[in-house]
């Protein structure tokens, strides 16, 4: 019983140092987020701070998460755009009633080297968090504009 232990335990250790090899280059982000920027608010309204890592797997392929706090994206990024999933807070201040899903696609520009801007349409209406019916979602789809550093 102890070697099968030992060995399985091998066998793990493996395989996430193989992974992390084969990952190709890891890198840490910070951006600046505009969420709602085609919303009711004048101009591009209060930017949140993000953190994320950003991972190569492939030639021009990019995986990678994201956080601001608030919301956890997991996403996947080409030289042409980004397909998104993850979690955001309600945003109700005081009442701890969870999070609801959120997709997004989008696409990003390459400013310079390790600069990039990005614009997201946030899809916020797939869950049934006001117990209404589909599509009656108190949170309602938006744009989101991006300011990120890959360092």
């Known amino acids: 019983m102890k070697i ?8 793990v250790k493996g395989i996430l140092l193989i992974s992390f090899i084969h990952a190709g280059s890891i890198s840490p982000t910070l ?4 969420n709602d920027i085609a919303g009711p608010t004048e101009g591009l309204g209060t930017p949140t701070q993000c953190i ?21 994206r997991l996403y996947v990024s080409q030289s042409f755009g980004t ?3 993850g979690i955001a807070d309600d945003g109700v201040d005081g ?10 696609i989008g696409g990003s520009y ?22 209404v019916g589909a599509n009656t979602d108190p949170h309602p789809d938006q744009l989101r504009l991006s300011l990120n550093i890959a360092f």
């Open 52 to 72: 994320g890592l950003k991972l190569g797997v492939g030639e021009g392929v990019y995986s990678g998460i994201e956080t601001d706090g608030a919301d956890f």
């Open 4 to 11: 099968k232990k030992i060995s399985t335990l091998l066998i």
């Open 110 to 131: 390459n400013v310079v080297d390790h600069f990039n801007v990005s614009l997201d349409y946030m899809i916020n209406r797939l869950s049934d968090a006001d117990g």
């Open 83 to 85: 397909f998104s999933m």
């Open 95 to 104: 009442v701890d009633d969870g999070t609801f899903p959120q997709f997004a």
């Open 31 to 34: 951006g600046l987020r505009f």
